[in-house]
């Protein structure tokens, strides 16, 4: 009996497929990458056609020894690592390292984790597609060129330990013009007006006026005109209407309305759909294409008819975008009949999504009764217009529960019946600044600009959290006054109310933090072509051009890299100043001395003064909520004051507020205490600093179990814990914290050192290689 290795990236993949294959076969996982480029080094040889300096990191020395093993024994080795890119590069590596020949080495794909697509493959096999390997390698190559070469750049004129990323980066600035454009948004009001009628057979039908009031004062005499006009049914119109499904999921639109309906993240969503995959559940969820397999469309049909009847199986077939770039199917169910296939509720949830849509996408369009009666006056010049609709056929709305449309009845009324006014009501309204992006949202605007691909969202989406320059987050927005006038049913006075709402409320999403104003201001006046969004697309154009045989991907990235590497050389020129988007506000009068707003180590900062100057500089933070870009040179003068004085305690020590790193607070010898909402450091009383401080002492006090002399005892947030100052160790269970004396805590201290240093030298199996805990798409 000849013996078969099957090499995939995942040991979750490995077990699947190992379930489907004879003895034979040996399925092993190789974690995700085996090789990479180092990552203290840019490793990129750019005098020898940027041929990259691959190497095996530590960590995957021992798997790597296990797979040579397996492969020496083996007559046939099958690389079955993903059929996309990534995936390729994946297969070529492992060519490589483990010294695999051609003859015995087949490389198979497959989109799908079942017995039949596994066979198929095996049927099938072909040679390492060297095209699609040249495009992820020149993807890795210039990403490696940008940050390796912007980030230095960042670190010395605008911050230590900042990064930039050629897609990130992208990512980065339309989150940040978003921001702009909200900050700079002009509200304007208008009033809606909306009323009630009677029918003449005493049913309701409301309506609302077809035009917008602009102010008050004419929505007000509008009101006042209704009080004794006489109201008529002016056309009345019916049509039928349909609805039609949306096609089948890609990447993009899968975490798109997970995100809508589930509430997940777009990392979250990869990760559930990841281990669906992995598991057999389905197809493969890296894919751009909305295209089904003819044997999916005919289990698909018989799972409709047989579930909702023939009359709700329509075949419709998608046209994938033009450029989307894998043969993979759209993301599917491996067996659409399938309706429970994980205890795991996050990935069960998900898989519902996904059947729901695939099954929906090969149905009948829902068909609708839709109703529009005009409502008219001579006292208006506008028309009050009511619109209904009725389900007459739910189709595809079937398969999809959550996706429900509300009947809207009309009553039955005839052109020219005469109508009562009830009650009317004129509401302001305030247009909306545009809306911050949410990750999904973010995803939607990359994939309609064309910059990156499925395989990359994720973890952009990540990688731009990761490195601070974007927090998820909510807004509670603001307070405004909204005026309604109402006109009451049978009355002729209008009356007027105010109420207090809040506008521009944001939940879950992505904020630009101030670090990423600047880098994001850095690269756009420096590095125009890198944060370009025409340029970013072309990129991707390239690649795909790379993937297909038709530019060879050395080329390629030199074509980018001459006039890039002139870039960088320009602008090491630059000042600190210059390049952190530093602002100077004016002189201050006191001292004759330049008053500028920068960004410092700990963030945004006013300075008083430059290094060259004899005196040296005062500094003064920049309180949260106020920007470099907008604080004023009154304010700053204000801001350079501080440090205040407040008073003293009753021992007679002095009490100062300033703000700082995590906001306001007040200080009195190492005594540091957050000032409570409502206060600042100019506003807070003596009293108040007292309180704050005597309360952060008590908390102080009940935190520390006991102090034994370079080391303490503490309770924490995870439970009791000794510390150093410099590092922590959690107590053991059976230890009473109370009892320990020095020696004891000391040995606890080395302990976890000793574990720490074990845990280095063993390293971990990476799925995809050096720095990073899940395979890589990027």
Do not use: C
């Not at 009650?423 to 545009?434: D, E, L």
């Not at 106020?626 to 002095?654: C, N």
């Amino acid at each position: 009996m000849s013996k078969q290795l099957v090499i995939v990236e995942s040991p979750a993949k490995a077990n699947t497929i190992a379930g489907f294959l004879g003895e034979e076969y040996t399925v092993l996982s190789s974690y995700g990458h085996v090789r990479d480029l180092p990552s203290k080094e840019m490793a990129i040889d750019t005098q020898n056609q940027f041929e990259p300096q691959y190497i095996v990191p530590d960590n995957k020395q021992p798997q790597i020894r296990k797979l040579k093993q397996a492969a020496q024994k083996a007559d046939t080795v099958w690389l079955a690592t993903d059929e996309d890119r990534e995936g390729e590069a994946i297969a070529w590596h492992l060519m490589q390292v483990l010294e695999l020949s051609q003859q015995s080495t087949k490389r198979i794909t497959f989109h799908e984790i079942t017995p039949q697509a596994i066979t198929e493959a095996m049927r099938n096999p072909r040679s390492i597609d060297q095209n699609l390997v040249d495009t992820q390698q020149a993807r890795r190559v210039l990403d490696r060129l940008v940050g390796y070469e912007i980030s230095p750049l960042l670190w010395r004129k605008v911050q230590p330990g900042l990064s930039a990323g050629r897609v990130q980066s992208v990512a980065v600035r339309l989150i940040v013009e978003r921001e702009r454009e909200i900050e700079d948004f002009e509200p304007e009001s208008t009033f809606k007006i909306s009323a009630t009628f009677s029918t003449q057979s005493g049913e309701e039908l409301p309506a609302e006026l077809a035009e917008t009031v602009r102010d008050a004062s004419t929505a007000r005499q509008l009101l006042e005109s209704m009080a004794d006009a006489q109201f008529t049914v002016g056309d009345v119109t019916e049509k039928p209407g349909t609805r039609n499904p949306a096609a089948p999921f890609t990447t993009s639109t899968l975490q798109q309305v997970a995100s809508r309906k589930l509430g997940y993240s777009v990392k979250q969503t990869m990760t559930l759909a990841q281990r669906l995959y992995e598991a057999g559940h389905i197809t493969y969820m890296r894919t751009d294409s909305v295209t089904l397999s003819g044997n999916a469309l005919g289990q698909i049909k018989r799972v409709v008819e047989q579930t909702f009847g023939a009359e709700y199986h329509q075949y419709r077939s998608y046209k994938s975008r033009s450029d989307a770039q894998e043969a993979h199917e759209a993301i599917r169910p491996t067996d659409v009949a399938a309706q429970s296939v994980s205890d795991d509720k996050g990935e069960q949830r998900l898989y519902e999504l996904i059947r729901g849509r695939t099954l929906a996408s090969q149905m009948a369009a829902a068909t609708l009764n839709k109703t529009a009666i005009t409502i008219q006056s001579p006292s208006l010049s506008s028309p009050f217009k009511a619109k209904g609709e009725v389900i007459t056929f739910p189709g595809w709305l079937k398969a999809h529960q959550d996706t429900a449309i509300t009947d809207i009845v009309l009553p039955t009324v005839e052109a020219g019946e005469a109508l009562t006014r009830n009650a009317v009501q004129a509401r302001q309204t305030f247009k909306r600044p545009p809306t911050r992006y949410s990750e999904a949202a973010l995803v939607r605007k990359l994939e309609a600009m064309g910059i990156g691909r499925p395989s990359t969202y994720a973890p952009t989406i990540s990688t731009i959290q990761d490195r601070g320059y974007v927090e998820k987050g909510n807004t509670p927005g603001s307070k405004r006054d909204v005026v309604t006038l109402s006109l009451e049913s049978g009355g002729s006075d209008v009356t007027e109310a105010e109420e207090t709402i809040m506008y521009g409320q944001d939940k879950n999403k992505l904020f630009p933090t101030q670090i990423a104003l600047l880098v994001n201001d850095f690269l756009t006046k420096q590095f125009d072509d890198i944060v370009d969004y025409d340029f970013t697309k072309e990129v991707e154009e390239a690649f795909d051009r790379v993937a297909r045989g038709k530019e060879a991907w050395n080329r390629m990235i030199a074509d980018f890299y001459g006039p890039f590497h002139e870039k960088v050389e320009a602008a090491g020129s630059l000042s600190r100043e210059q390049a952190s988007g530093a602002r100077e506000l004016g002189t201050d009068p006191d001292t004759g001395r330049p008053v500028i707003a920068r960004m410092g180590k700990y963030g945004p900062m006013l300075q008083l003064g430059r290094p060259e100057d004899e005196q040296k500089p005062k500094f003064a933070p920049i309180p949260n909520g106020e920007k470099i870009h907008s604080v004023t040179f009154e304010e700053a003068l204000r801001l350079l004051q501080l440090p205040r004085y407040v008073g003293t305690e009753e021992d007679g020590s002095e009490i100062y507020a300033n703000y700082g790193r995590y906001g306001p607070y007040v200080k009195s010898g190492d005594t540091f205490a957050a000032i409570p909402e409502g206060d600042d450091p100019f506003s807070v009383s003596q009293t108040t600093a007292r309180t704050a401080l005597t309360q952060q002492r008590e908390q102080k006090a009940k935190r520390t179990i006991a102090d034994l002399g370079g080391i303490k005892v503490l309770n924490g947030r995870f439970g009791p814990y000794v510390t150093n100052g410099s590092k922590n160790a959690k107590i053991p269970k059976n230890i009473t914290p109370q009892d320990l004396d020095r020696a004891q805590a000391q040995e606890i201290l080395d302990n976890v050192k000793k574990k720490s240093k074990t845990s280095k030298k063993s390293g971990s199996a990476s799925r995809s290689g050096p720095n990073q805990g899940t395979k890589s798409k990027q």
